[in-house]
């Protein structure tokens, strides 16, 4: 896969209606203070108008124009953090890294995972479904502590021979009282692209997405 950035072009709409917003906002109150004018000028002296009404419209009005303005000041605040964002996810491209995640991709028969199980496992049984949920292997095996590499090379349980996509793990673990154990998965991989349409850049290995947010380590994974 290509390396390469993907970004939205929702900015310049979410812009153009905070202007229509305030547009329409700024001609209702122009209207609001033309009506209040003309009736003060024109009530009836035996029978005054309540002004404290149109005292509580105009604070309201004033208001929201205030809360208007306060929101384009927090958009562009949000818009220059995301922009820094993003220029900083490009320095991923071209990096090894190790995320927080259950999903990976299979290409050329390699598919590697890091299992961290909490305590050590007697046993563990390890499933692998494709990208529409389906298991395609499964395998059992012990598991020591700490972290460690597991490398899946595209075999079924039937023997056949997975295509290149994109692979999610799970992982069951019993210790030696038959205890259920937590194991954290993590994926490894050679950043390729950076998807920046979504509110946090996501990093692509291949057919892998990784959001930035989950990444633990720049570099060199562990050995398989």
Do not use: C, H
């Not at 329409?24 to 009530?43: D, R, Y």
């Not at 069951?172 to 205890?179: E, I, L, S």
């Amino acid at each position: 896969m290509a390396s390469g950035i993907s970004t939205a072009t929702s900015t310049a709409s979410t812009g153009t209606t905070q202007k229509t917003s305030s547009q329409e906002l700024a001609g209702n109150f122009t209207q609001f203070l033309t009506l209040l004018t003309t009736q003060l000028k024109n009530q009836n002296p035996l029978d005054p108008m309540d002004t404290n009404q149109f005292t509580q419209q105009l604070v309201q009005y004033a208001g929201v124009e205030q809360q208007l303005k306060s929101n384009d000041r927090l958009d562009s605040i949000l818009g220059n953090a995301k922009s820094s964002s993003a220029a900083s996810a490009t320095g991923f491209i071209g990096q090894s890294i190790t995320a927080d995640g259950r999903t990976t991709a299979l290409k050329d028969g390699k598919a590697n995972w890091t299992l961290t199980p909490a305590r050590a496992a007697t046993q563990a049984t390890i499933t692998i479904s494709d990208a529409k949920g389906n298991v395609v292997a499964t395998q059992t095996k012990a598991l020591a502590a700490g972290a460690q590499s597991f490398a899946w090379d595209g075999r079924s349980s039937s023997g056949f021979t997975a295509a290149n996509g994109t692979y999610a793990i799970k992982v069951d673990a019993v210790d030696a009282t038959g205890t259920k154990i937590a194991v954290d998965t993590k994926v490894s991989g050679t950043v390729d692209g950076v998807d920046l349409s979504g509110t946090e850049p996501v990093l692509l290995l291949g057919t892998s997405r990784v959001p930035v947010s989950t990444v633990q380590n720049i570099g060199a994974g562990l050995s398989t």
